[in-house]
């Protein structure tokens, strides 16, 4: 069956650094993958949307690399801030072909340190 | 601008009740139309989705049904809550032909 893996560790980090965040997947080939934010009882939030044949895409201080070989893809925050802090989600999906319908990890959650 | 609206934010419900939770979106037209669940500290499932009044497509076997009535309201319902229909229940549009989807502000129930 399809499986999207985030890390469900909170993932505590210093203002200033960089955030990294992993979101792995199997058993599934999407046709382009999309990182959202959680805050606490808000509905998700759209940030970024890589395809298949993108290696890197970049918005402000976030970055996400795919590599479709590894079926991986990497969430960067630089230079981050304690607003930053939110529960971070990947999604997959196959295509517009099935109506545009995503699959959701379970999400990390980012605090950023003062 | 487009806005999506859902109603209502908070429910408490008894075992064995109906449900009606609505979503609505403005500023646009014939969006597809997504309804989640978040269990707590988990991710969002996929429930139901809509590319067009009347089509609904179920992803997941439940004792929930949703409908749309008019191109831009969702309705998911339930005739009798069990406790496990628990959770934040998200509703999303997207523009057709458009992969992002926009979030509506969700709806926390609590089946008792």
């Known amino acids: 069956s399809q499986k999207i893996e985030q890390n469900s560790e909170a993932l505590n980090i210093q203002e200033g650094k960089t955030a990294t965040l992993t979101c792995n997947y199997t058993?599934?080939?999407?046709?382009?993958l999309q990182w959202y934010r959680q805050d606490p009882g808000r509905g998700p939030v759209f940030l970024l949307l890589?395809?298949?044949?993108?290696k890197e895409k970049r918005k402000e201080r976030l970055k996400v690399t795919f590599d479709t070989t590894l079926k991986q893809s990497l969430f960067h925050i630089t230079a981050s801030q304690p607003a930053d802090s939110a529960t971070y989600l990947c999604?997959?999906?196959?295509?517009?072909?099935?109506?545009?319908?995503?699959?959701f990890g379970g999400g990390t959650r980012v605090l950023v340190k003062p | 601008s487009q806005t999506i609206h859902q109603w209502p934010a908070t429910l408490v419900q008894p075992v064995g009740s109906p449900l009606s939770l609505e979503c609505t979106v403005e500023?646009?037209?014939?969006?597809?139309l997504y309804w989640y669940r978040q269990a707590a500290g988990r991710g969002l499932q996929l429930l139901f989705y809509?590319?067009?009044?009347?089509?609904i497509s179920s992803e997941v076997p439940q004792n929930l049904s949703a409908s749309r009535p008019q191109d831009r309201q969702f309705i998911l319902s339930s005739k009798k809550l069990l406790l496990s229909d628990s959770g934040f229940y998200l509703c999303?549009?997207?523009?057709?032909?458009?992969?992002?989807?926009?979030f509506g502000p969700g709806t926390r129930l609590l089946v008792l």
């Open positions: 999303a549009w997207s523009p057709r032909g458009r992969e992002t989807q926009y």
């Open positions: 058993n599934y080939s999407p046709a382009y």
């Open positions: 890589i395809r298949e044949n993108e």
């Open positions: 999604a997959l999906a196959p295509g517009s072909a099935a109506g545009n319908k995503l699959t």
């Open positions: 500023g646009t037209s014939n969006p597809n």
């Open positions: 809509s590319v067009g009044i009347g089509q």
